[in-house]
């Protein structure tokens, strides 16, 4: 089994031979990789160039957009993985269509940093819209099934997200065990679109999730090989119950280097389609109760630990090297006797 890659050129006249493939991708895998896609190299490096001049501010810079506890902002240190009970080494910064109000870097810091991004963010989703119609199509549902879910009519009530990722330069540090770049997870949102630089890899999957819910790691993980001029796709856990567990939302983590790689920093930027806060999820088959957009990223929020303050706190205070060698819980599936 190996990640797919998807060409989308020709999209109108290989539109049916490219919902195949998709639904063949994300019934068995869960991920895909999009090339042929529409949004031109340099406007992909134009974004890379955006997260870079962020990432490079002084902390106490970054910190004025501060994460709010509704998955915008910036944080540093503070995602802990139920998988793993240790911090994920990077910094992030959450960006949404809403509720971003007073969390867009000033032009006095970041000159254009608003518009630059929001450029970008349409252009994703609207690529996004392309791939959610195609599932749609694929699960003989009505085509704007997924599109009116997750996308903002006017009303102000998107979840969409776009994050900009900073993964710490690993140059002489020494971890402690079950240290990541980022922990096993799975999304929960409907479906991520990710790009990545070349040769900053460590991305890895691991296939063979049943049902929403089920923590499903396996030992197999498959490397997704970091290239700039293709996007990374992933079914979330939104999308696997919209669709009574037919699309797959799959494990993955990012790796530390390893060997002869890089051990200097790495960027990836995240696009996040979620359904929105009043939008109803639930499947053709109602396998599960009906659920909002709203209720569904709260209860996967809690569930994952996303944002505690007692540990960002913690975390903010504390050097790197001690971040990177401390445990701050121990999942119970890692507890002695679990």
């Known amino acids: 089994m190996s990640v797919p890659t998807i060409s989308l050129h020709d999209f109108d006249a290989r539109r049916q031979e490219i919902i ?33 001049q962020f990432f490079a501010l002084p902390d106490e810079v970054k910190s004025k957009t501060a994460l709010n506890g509704k998955n915008a902002g910036w944080e540093k240190n503070t995602q802990v993985r139920p998988s793993t009970g240790t911090a994920d080494q990077k910094e992030s910064i959450q960006l949404q269509f809403a509720r971003m109000e007073g969390l867009w870097p000033s032009d006095e810091d970041l000159p254009g940093f608003r518009e630059r991004a929001e450029k970008f963010m349409n252009q994703v989703r609207d690529l996004s819209v392309k791939v959610m119609e195609c599932f749609a ?9 997924f599109t009116e879910g997750t996308v903002d009519p006017g009303v102000g009530d998107s979840q969409d997200v776009l994050r900009l990722l900073h993964y710490h330069s690993t140059e002489g540090k020494s971890f402690g065990p079950n240290f990541w770049r980022a922990g096993a997870h799975a999304d929960f949102d409907v479906l991520t679109m990710l790009f990545q630089r070349d040769g900053e890899g460590g991305l890895e999957v691991c296939p063979g999730r049943k049902v929403v819910g089920d923590f499903g790691m396996g030992q197999n993980w498959l490397p997704v090989e970091a290239r700039q001029d293709r996007i990374v796709c992933n079914i979330g856990d939104q999308l696997m119950r919209w669709s009574d567990d037919r699309l797959k939302s799959t494990y993955h983590r990012v790796r530390l280097p390893e060997g002869q790689e890089s051990r200097g920093p790495r960027y ?30 709260a209860e996967a929020m809690a569930k994952n630990r996303m944002q505690s303050t007692e540990i960002a706190k913690k975390a903010a205070m504390e050097s790197a090297d001690k971040v990177a060698s401390e445990i701050h819980f121990v999942p119970q599936h890692l507890q002695v006797g679990a």
């Open 20 to 52: 195949n493939e998709l639904m063949d991708a994300s019934t068995n895998v869960g991920f895909f990789t999009l090339s042929n896609h529409g949004i031109s190299p340099s406007e992909v490096q134009a974004a890379f160039d955006l997260s870079q």
């Open 268 to 297: 990836s930027i995240a696009f996040f389609n979620q359904a929105r806060t009043d939008s109803i999820i639930q499947g053709p088959q109602k396998k599960y109760p009906p659920i909002t957009g709203g209720e569904f990223i």
């Open 137 to 145: 199509e694929g699960l003989g549902l009505p085509l704007n099934t």
